[in-house]
């Protein structure tokens, strides 16, 4: 016992403990063997253990042989990924055990990584997919969460665009949230994660993916589990020989989708028309009156100039091997991503060694080391004036390089317009880095106190650093006014978690119990310094020397903490394998709340294990049916910390006596002691059918969630001195189904296997504050709020005005509605007068005619993939779809635009003239183009697609040949990600968020294009 | 068992200073509970009061410079979009300058609950620091009170979650909270001239003549109503001011020898004694000032290039009735536009497009708008004068010597160099009626003040604003595309959310 003290207080001190070895003693005799597959060939790298005997355990050789030492009486189990486990029996000494596995067919054999726990499939009574490591190397994504993408039912991934390490998010059946945070919690090995994109983990490091889905799964995290939970379990190292594995790949990327811009005929054409019609005195009249010379003139398409051919390549060694005493396992990669946009690249370099190691007959000890450095470079596209916009915009008659005014000088025109920036210089100039540096050292203590009674003491500790840096020359737009804008920022995490569970599992006759009970304390800080200078004579240095710059930014800097201390537990019972019931409990007690700091999340799930019962014997083929209803609560925590004081800081602007800044302290922000956890009570009820031995299997989900106590800013009478303040006022509800078929159509020589999944959810808004039916939310510099939360309708509702053609004559001028900002002409575009103050049409367009005008949620979503071998050939495809999202296409209003020193979408030739009515392309007037202003279903386009994701080709060259240079295996393949898209969104890509938020969604702001990437790659295993 | 004992023992064991982990403690904001506890505090609280005023965070002076530009839309001075401008239900301005005085009445209701809390006979700072506080309050109700009429009654620091306020009639909120706080706080502030950023013993003066000059005069009411001032508070007004005007005196306040001084010294952050109370400025990130900018004479959008926006333009019929040989017309109407590098190109002579340069002739030719120092003046020791002569002359029926001494010495600096002495340029006033000097009074402080927010305000006290308004021809067309003189001329428009949160009836007109 003294031994075990040690060791907690070792733990708590997150020390590694030097691993003790101890070899296990008995009279016993050795058993050997070989083990082959249904069609006689050794199989090696099973793992074969004796029951009970933790630490005794060895693996088959190559020519499937193993020996292990056991005893008179004991059982052997026999286990490998790809086979069903066998136990045999020993029933005399000196046994040779020639052993046939089969190849198993089933998941439902598989085990899966549950919270605090593992457990067979067919066990289960929540819902929960997995995701295999075979499938998550397919991407070649920067972010796992890429990876997840099709791959599992109820789970969507969004990204904000394209952007090499741009930001991913993953959103399980929907959230559960309106205004905090949708994002799942994510848990690595055991340890919860900062989350986010997970960019810093290397994706060859894992082994599988779990996402818990309902209440039965989740509510063992309790406060942090409304939003799903993904498990993350990364690779661990085996008893065996030691094997070190490479896996690079070279990859080119590609801009999946150019739109046909003017060139300088149509240019000078456009320009001409608009400084004449009507005379517009702010273009020069020598410049656009002899438009016809420009016809010799070459043309610059933009898109050709800021986007680029990208290379790609990664490097990935990674080693695995052990004995009965100690394992190992780890791995090195960097990526290096250069995006299509200029100067635009993401580089990474990771490494993580991970060991477990038998200390004694009773103790093992397992402990994880990962270090990550990551960094984005480059100039976002995004932007109402983004770049993106520029590459469809510039002007085509002049040449990239150059000053637009040197060139205007140069050719006699007077200078002037607002498009003097080269584009290209935007994406060169500007130095942005945006750096995280990350570690995690995670170790735990296993202990086995008596059968089946074991406690896990665990420490671990995450730490992020993220710098981001960024200097803008005077010659770039940024730059120009402050001249030179240097920026630093520095955000400093440090978690730290203690948790230890008491596990314990026992078989009584018909009965089995498996629990688990366990106290978690966990701490995070988060520190910020922002600094920044301007005005800089000297450019050289850039940010690495603010002091270079002559205007220094007021720094800022925070430090928040927040603490979660938990008590959790778990009971599943089952009877007789065919009845089972699983209890969840989790009180979590939270630092943010000093009222309702405690939290108690039950969840409750029985499952009917139909294909045991004797009837069923009758029907052969259908091998399993399943029957599971699960209900429970769970929470999110996931408002900022601080939320319910009434805080006092300094004035935002800065104030000022005489010539001198003095620091004035005011209230800031209205605390609300009251603040409490939002709760979400789901309920599933779920069907696991198979056909066949399980060739054919569906999984089938149906889940109701109502989340209450939303936290949302609740309007506050601004004669409070505050605009708002933080209640637990909202209700929504989740409703939705989900469908997974997975399918071995071929299992010999040739080997089919098709996976579909098909996820449908729909959030309702059920309650907000008290005289209060909804709210705005997404809005842009120049665009009034684009989407509305509203009490009775879907969450991702986009709302403007409802579009109604172009004014086509003097008589449909008359008979439109005038509009409260914007004189209407013929040609020009008309919305519908829908309502007024009255509640009746009023002849005005104003607020009163802005109604829901789209959606930019899915209505269904999922992935269809086959996978198909033949002896060392394996092909796979994976496609992704979703249907019924909108997209609001902010640029298709932005583009038409008829600005002077503008170009534009060759579209814009089809445009409105008395001779060519039409209802979509208004007319070229430069007074007329505040127009854009307004949201309207003009800019909702439909959003749905179908998607090639992945196509994949691989050889996997076996043979004896590799055997004499040492190697065991090498396997080539070649990689198409996004290759084919089908869609009628007329943007670059439909797969777009600017906001990145479940209740803002599809926002279409000039994200960077999502390119085609081919990848060609070597896998070689020593 | 007794290994399952041994266990729950560790987990007990090694589980320390849980109550700590889930207890909040603030590392980078200070709270109620902790602030203010010195003098030195109670300072960094009074002083945020008044920054409120330059608005929540980026362009945050946009909102002072917006509510200024309400104001200038009267019989001298005119905006570009005209009286449009104030017939549409809402026009952003009124929203923030609500938000904005309300934020600073909250920041000093919270300052006064916590000094009131404290031993003033142990802590000797704390009456002061009151004083300021309940100036600082003052000042904002009053502002709030002839911009928006009736107003919600508060006068404590803000815990409510939701809020449900009745709006009490503007006479309560003077007689309950403006007059008390500025009659505590008369008498308990330093005597301070330079810098003026603060409620010295002066300015609460200063506001005291102010506010009783408002309570005497005409006002529009919340219901539509033009109200007759209660003449008792000439009087107020005219000692008030005289407090002021003794200060004078005794050497604290002076005029600056020239009217371009005071603004020059204005717009380059150099002490004047002549300004009594402002909002200011200096160079430095969110420190900087944007009035030049939107107010100066056309010269692009580009602050870069030393030209402003030109929004506001002079009336030319008014213009007319100015002598031009006046030093405050050379200082404040720019009758030319700048362009890049200060070359100043004379317009046509199509007056409407006369701008106003008051503070737009001092501005660094290049760099970032935030260089810009320029402060906005409140009151101006020629402010007491002419409200110390305007207020005598009320008083006692007509105007006295002492009234005639004050409206001439302002005159007097506004003469040309040249003409201080022959006195032919603004001659001293003399043999004045009572209304001849009232009218005196008008015109004195319409050139005086151009650009400091006054002049709207003054027309409604006077119980002249419609008729002036309408008789200029200059608006004829402009009146008449909006239906005629409009009722949302006078009071502005309360916002929308406050207004549905509370149920409230907004000001009459809308």
Excluded at chain 1, 751 to 768: A, C, D, E, G, Q
Excluded at chain 2, 137 to 166: M, N, Q, S, V, W
Excluded at chain 2, 226 to 246: C, E, H, Q, S, T
Aim: neutral net charge; hydrophobic residues 35%.
């Amino acid at each position: 016992m003294k031994q075990i003290r040690l060791l907690l207080f070792l733990s708590l001190l997150l020390c590694v403990s030097a691993a003790g070895y101890t070899q296990a003693q008995g009279t016993e005799a050795t058993v050997r063997g070989m083990i082959s597959d249904e069609e006689g060939n050794p199989v090696s790298g099973v793992n074969i253990s004796v029951k009970n005997l933790q630490n005794r355990q060895t693996v088959s050789d190559e020519a499937g042989k193993f020996s292990i030492v056991a005893s008179r009486g004991s059982t052997l189990v026999f286990s490998h990924v790809s086979f069903t486990t066998k136990e045999l029996r020993i029933t005399g000494t000196g046994d040779v055990v020639n052993l046939r596995l089969e190849r198993s067919r089933s998941s439902m054999d598989e085990v899966v990584v549950v919270g605090y726990g593992s457990m067979k499939r067919k066990d289960l009574t929540g819902s929960v997919a997995t995701v295999k490591a075979k499938d998550i190397v397919k991407s070649t994504d920067a972010s796992l969460n890429t990876a997840l993408q099709g791959r599992a039912a109820g789970v969507s991934v969004v990204s904000t665009e394209g952007m090499p390490g741009a930001a991913v998010s993953i959103y399980v059946r929907a959230g559960s949230s309106i205004t905090a945070s949708n994002d799942p919690l994510y848990i690595i090995d055991g340890f919860p994660s900062l989350g986010g994109s997970n960019l810093n983990l290397n994706i060859n490091d894992i082994e599988s993916v779990e996402i818990l889905k309902d209440a039965s799964a989740t509510a063992i995290y309790g406060a942090r589990g409304a939003n799903g939970v993904i498990i993350i379990t990364t690779k661990s190292g085996k008893t065996g020989k030691f094997s070190v594995e490479y896996d690079g790949y070279y990859a080119i990327q590609q801009l999946g989708r150019k739109l046909p811009v003017m060139n300088s005929l149509q240019y000078a054409e456009f320009q001409h028309y608009i400084s004449a019609n009507p005379r517009n005195s702010s273009i020069g009249d020598s410049l656009w009156y002899n438009w016809p010379t420009y016809k010799d003139s070459s043309s610059t398409n933009w898109q050709n100039e800021l986007y680029r051919l990208a290379g790609m390549h990664s490097h990935n060694i990674s080693f695995t091997g052990g004995n009965a005493d100690i394992k190992v396992a780890g791995s090195v990669s960097a990526l290096n991503q250069d995006g299509i946009a200029l100067a635009t690249s993401f580089d990474r370099y990771t490494a993580r060694l991970n060991t477990i190691a038998n200390i004694n007959k009773f103790i093992t000890n397992s402990t994880t080391i990962s270090l990550s450095y990551q960094q984005r470079n480059g100039e976002s596209l995004t932007g109402e004036g983004g770049l993106a916009y520029s590459a469809v915009r510039g002007s085509p008659y002049r040449p990239a390089g150059i000053n637009l005014n040197d060139y205007l000088i140069s050719h006699g025109i007077p200078p002037g317009g607002n498009d003097g920036v080269d584009p290209t210089v935007d994406l060169l100039e500007p130095d942005v880095k945006d750096i995280e540096y990350f570690g995690a050292l995670n170790t735990s203590f296993n202990i086995r106190l008596a059968e089946g009674l074991n406690l896990k003491i665990a420490g671990g500790m995450n730490y992020s650093n993220s710098l981001y840096n960024s200097f803008y020359g005077v010659n770039t737009s940024q730059g120009a006014l402050a001249l030179g804008d240097a920026t630093k920022n520095n955000y400093l995490y440090v978690g730290l978690l203690n948790e230890n569970t008491l596990s314990y599992s026992k078989t009584f006759g018909l009965s089995k119990i498996d629990a688990v009970v366990g106290y978690s304390l966990q701490r995070s800080t988060n520190t910020f310094t922002y600094t920044g200078s301007r005005n800089f004579a000297i450019e050289a240095l850039g940010y690495n020397n603010l002091a270079m710059g002559s205007l220094f930014s007021a720094p800022e800097s925070g430090k928040s903490v927040e603490g979660l201390e938990s008590y959790f537990g778990r009971v599943q019972y089952a009877f007789s394998d065919r009845y089972i019931i699983t209890g969840t409990m989790r009180a979590d007690g939270s630092s943010k709340f000093p009222i309702h700091k405690w939290g108690y999340f039950p969840s409750g799930g029985i499952a009917w294990k139909v294909n045991d019962e004797k009837f069923m014997k009758q029907i052969p083929s259908v091998s399993t049916l399943k029957f599971r209803v699960t209900y429970g609560l769970t929470g999110n925590e996931s408002v900022s910390p601080y939320s319910t004081y009434t805080s006092y800081g300094p004035t935002p602007r800065r104030s000022v006596q005489g010539d001198a800044v003095v620091v004035g302290v005011m209230p800031t922000r209205l605390g609300s002691t009251e603040l409490k956890w939002e709760t979400t009570i789901q309920t599933n009820v779920g069907i696991d059918l198979g056909i066949l031995k399980d060739r054919i299997l569906i999984t089938a989900d149906a889940y109701h969630k109502k989340s209450k106590d939303l936290l949302l800013n609740a309007p506050l009478s601004t004669y409070s001195g505050f605009n708002s303040v933080t209640r637990n006022i909202g209700d929504i509800e989740v409703r939705g189904m989900e469908l997974a078929l997975n399918t071995i159509n071929l299992n010999g020589r040739f080997r089919w296997s098709t996976n579909f999944n098909i996820s449908f959810n729909k959030s309702k808004v059920l309650r907000l504050n008290e005289n209060q039916d909804h709210f705005y939310i997404g809005v842009l510099p120049s665009f009034s709020s684009m989407y509305i939360v509203k009490v009775g309708e879907n969450l991702g509702s986009m709302f403007g005005y409802v579009y109604d053609g172009l004014i086509n004559n003097q008589e449909e001028l008359a008979a439109a509605p005038i509009h409260d900002a914007i004189p209407v002409k013929v040609g020009t575009r008309k919305y519908k007068d829908i309502s007024g103050p009255d509640g009746k049409p009023d002849g005005v367009v104003d607020a009163n005619d802005r109604m829901l005008i789209g959606n930019g949620n899915p209505k269904f979503f999922g992935g269809f993939s086959n996978d198909f071998s033949f002896k060392g050939f394996e092909f796979s495809f994976l496609f992704t779809y979703s249907y019924g999202n909108d997209v609001l296409n902010a640029y298709k209003s932005l583009f038409p635009a008829a600005t002077p020193f503008h170009g534009g979408p060759v579209t814009m030739f089809n445009r409105w003239t008395p001779e060519n009515p039409q209802i979509n392309n208004q007319r070229w007037d430069a007074q007329y183009n505040a127009e854009y202003e307004n949201v309207s279903s003009y800019m909702v386009e439909d959003g749905s697609y179908l998607r090639l994701k992945n196509i994949q080709l691989a050889y996997n060259v076996n043979t004896d040949w590799l055997k004499k240079i040492h190697v065991q295996r090498i396997r080539v393949y070649a990689t198409a990600q996004n290759l084919l898209t089908f869609t009628r969104y007329t943007g670059y890509d439909p797969e777009v968020s600017y906001f990145n938020s479940l209740i803002t969604p599809g926002t279409d702001l000039g994200g960077y294009p999502r390119s085609k990437v081919y990848t060609f790659g070597l896998n070689v295993t020593f | 068992m007794k290994k399952i004992i041994w266990a729950i023992f560790c987990i007990l064991l090694i589980s320390p200073g849980c109550k700590k982990v889930i207890t909040e403690v603030p590392y980078s904001f200070l709270t109620p509970q902790n602030f203010p506890t010195s003098a030195d505090e109670a300072d960094a609280a009074l002083i945020a009061c008044y920054t409120t005023l330059k608005g929540p965070d980026g362009y945050g002076t946009w909102e002072y410079v917006g509510g200024l530009w309400m104001n200038a839309q009267n019989d001298v001075t005119f905006t570009f979009s005209g009286w449009a401008g104030f017939t549409s239900p809402t026009h952003g301005f009124e929203e923030d300058w609500w938000a904005d005085f309300w934020r600073g009445i909250n920041a000093a209701n919270n300052l006064i609950a916590a000094l009131e809390m404290r031993d003033a006979t142990k802590d000797t700072w704390v009456i002061e620091k009151l004083a300021e506080a309940r100036a600082i309050r003052a000042y904002f109700y009053h502002d709030l009170a002839t911009l928006y009429g009736d107003l919600p009654f508060r006068t404590k620091p803000t815990t409510e979650i939701a809020l449900k306020l009745p709006r009490t009639p503007v006479q309560v909120i003077y007689d309950s909270i403006i007059i008390p706080d500025l009659e505590f706080a008369d008498g308990k502030l330093p005597v301070r001239a330079s810098p003026a950023a603060r409620i010295s013993a002066g300015a609460v003066k200063c506001i005291k003549a102010d506010v009783y000059m408002k309570l005497a005069g005409w006002r529009r009411s919340s219901q539509g109503e033009m109200v007759p001032g209660d003449p008792k508070y000439w009087a107020l007004a005219r000692d008030a001011a005289a407090g002021v005007l003794k200060m004078e005196d005794d050497g604290v306040y002076a005029l600056d020898p020239e009217y371009s001084g005071v603004f020059t010294k204005l717009s380059t952050d150099q002490p004047t004694n002549e300004v009594i109370f402002d909002l200011e400025f200096t160079k430095g990130s969110r420190a900087g000032s944007l009035f030049p900018y939107m107010y100066g004479a056309e010269g692009g959008a580009d602050p870069d290039k030393g030209g402003g926006q030109n929004s506001l333009r002079v009336i030319p019929e008014w213009l007319r009735t100015q002598d031009n040989r006046d030093e405050r017309f050379k200082w404040n109407i720019a009758d030319y536009a700048i362009y890049e590098g200060w070359e100043r190109t004379p317009l046509p002579g199509d007056t409407t497009s006369w701008g106003i340069a008051t503070f737009q002739k001092i501005y660094p030719s290049k760099g970032y708008w935030q260089t810009n120092v320029t402060n906005f003046p409140f009151y101006r020791l020629s402010e007491a004068k002419l409200m110390y002569a305007e207020a005598a002359n009320e008083a006692n029926g007509g105007p006295t010597p002492e009234a005639y001494k004050q409206i001439n010495e302002v005159r007097y600096r506004a003469r040309p160099a040249a003409h201080k002495t022959d006195g032919t340029i603004l001659p001293d006033l003399a043999g004045l009626n009572q209304q001849q000097f009232r009218e005196a009074i008008m015109n004195e402080r319409s050139m005086e003040f151009i650009m400091e927010g006054k002049r709207r305000l003054d027309l409604i006290r006077w119980g002249i604003f419609k008729q002036k308004i309408e008789s200029l021809k200059l608006f004829e067309a402009d009146l008449a595309s909006v239906g005629g003189f409009n009722e949302r001329f006078y009071l502005w428009s309360l916002p929308v959310g406050d207004m549905t949160q509370n149920e409230w009836q907004n000001n009459a007109g809308f």
